[in-house]
């Protein structure tokens, strides 16, 4: 059951979504008008260049692990991983951390996939346990293939700008963001085929 706190920060999420959506809406009825008038102009002879579908290219950032070491996750081109940013006060993240770290972790190490996974910036603002607290608590503490840390602010605000208290990225061997969902609990059951299928 959410808190106080957390239905809070859903409302304003919800508010800024229905803005962006507006946004978006005026976004797409004028680039649908401009490829009209391009199609008319042209004659009928209107193409579109590249064809397929674009992926994200992952640009990495310096991770410093709960040992104090600092790596850039650059360097984990080559294998899949899950890019998992949390709130340590956060429900979902709890309910999220135990689950990953009693079931699915075995299963995803065995294939490969790497978990990245990063505190929030300043817990967003809200007062919570430390990453490190909150690991040793809920789990995934030391486990080979698991990298737990914190990141500089602009990470967050890049991959998580509307200030999801829970959101993930799955992350391809070649280095490309091939899905993205809030809620990491609720997709571990699939997250093997889902990179299978990528």
């Not at 061997?173 to 085929?193: D, K, P, T």
Request: glycine letters at 10%; charged letters at 15%.
């Amino acid at each position: 059951m959410p808190t106080k706190k957390e239905m809070k920060r859903q409302a304003r999420q919800a508010k800024r979504r229905r803005r962006r959506t507006l946004l978006a809406s005026g976004v797409v009825a004028a680039f649908a008008l401009a490829v009209i008038l391009l199609y008319v102009h042209s004659g009928g002879n209107a193409s579109t260049a590249g064809g397929g579908t674009q992926t994200e290219r992952f640009t990495g950032f310096p991770l410093t692990l709960l040992n104090g070491t600092t790596i850039n996750t650059t360097t984990l081109k080559g294998h899949p991983f899950v890019l998992w940013f949390v709130t340590t006060w956060c429900s979902s993240c709890i309910e999220s951390q135990q689950l990953l770290a009693s079931e699915y972790y075995p299963a995803l190490h065995s294939k490969g996939i790497l978990i990245v996974e990063v505190e929030n910036y300043d817990d967003l603002g809200e007062n919570g346990p430390t990453v490190l607290q909150y690991t040793q608590k809920y789990g995934g503490l030391n486990q080979p293939g698991w990298l737990i840390g914190t990141a500089p602010e602009w990470v967050t605000q890049k991959y998580n700008p509307d200030e999801y208290l829970d959101i993930f990225y799955l992350v391809n061997q070649a280095g490309q963001i091939v899905g993205e969902n809030e809620g990491l609990g609720a997709y571990l059951g699939s997250i093997i085929q889902d990179f299978s299928a990528a």
